[in-house]
């Protein structure tokens, strides 16, 4: 059975920073693009960033670049997201994603995780 789990989310003031981790099973990890989606309450989903199978190349969207760092442990089968510089309107819940091909978008991935909540206070 495949599972993502994500853990790290938490509440932090403005300008801090989190790191979210992805943890994998069930699959073989390095075989998967992976990403980072987000949905803050009342909006819709909201595309953060991928990374290639190999982690070797990465896409970030306009309103994180600069500030979130997406990396991969294929060796421990987890994927994560380092938040710095955080805003009130990073709020949301988080979730990561694995597409078996090279197309991972808001709608075409294979397996999703749960989520978990960033919550950055003003």
């Known amino acids: 059975q495949v599972q993502l789990v994500e853990s790290g989310g938490g509440l932090v003031q403005a300008g801090g920073s989190l790191r979210l981790s992805c943890a994998a099973s069930g699959l073989t990890f390095s075989n998967y693009k992976m990403g980072w989606f987000r949905q803050a309450p009342g909006k819709e989903r909201e595309f953060v960033a991928t990374?290639?199978?190999?982690?070797?190349?990465?896409y970030y969207a306009d309103s994180v670049k600069g500030r979130f760092t997406c990396s991969r442990d294929n060796a421990k089968n987890t994927m994560y997201l380092q938040m710095n510089s955080l805003k009130p309107e990073d709020t949301a819940v988080y979730y990561c994603a694995a597409s078996l091909s090279l197309v991972l978008t808001l709608t075409t991935y294979n397996y999703r995780g749960q989520g978990t909540q960033v919550t950055v206070s003003s």
């Open positions: 990374i290639s199978k190999s982690g070797a190349i990465t």
